[in-house]
């Protein structure tokens, strides 16, 4: 059996992905906020519904944002509001209501993706490439590990 001194690495490099992980997103909850009045999980639907060109339903953005309905309807009700996104009832199915971008959320969306994108590339600005890419490769092992593990319990 292993000791729990012989994790310390492991959990050095937990706290050190974490500690980045925050970091980075606060500073991008931070800009989003102060540059364009929006949160993350609002920017997060948008995201999706951008990918989405004739809209999404509720159900399928909640699965794909991983948070549960309500948190959806109230997001979708704030971007309704503010005339990001319209709310349509599905003519196959009127229990059904499709969400998608009005051409001013979509607008709106690509100066916050491009913008989001900036963000990031400064804030990674002392990677370069090549360490890019290995990170980025060894942190998908990582992944694969942990989903490995996840899929035993």
Known sequence: MESPADHGQDLRLWLRLLTCSTLIEGEIRRRLREQFDC?????????????????????????????????????????????HVTRTVS????????????????????????AHADWIAELFDVITAREGQILFDRLGKLKRSVVTALARD
Do not use: C, Y
């Not at 339903?57 to 109230?74: D, Q």
């Not at 009127?94 to 491009?114: H, N, P, W, Y």
């Open 39 to 83: 949160t993350l999980p609002r920017f997060d639907l948008m995201a999706q519904l951008e990918r989405a060109k004739a809209g999404m339903v509720l159900g399928e953005l909640s699965k794909r944002m991983m948070v549960s309905p309500g948190n959806i309807t109230a997001l979708v009700e704030r971007l309704v509001e503010s005339g």
């Open 91 to 114: 003519a196959a199915d009127r229990r059904v209501q499709i969400i998608a971008l009005t051409s001013f959320g979509r607008a709106e969306f690509e100066k916050m993706a491009t």
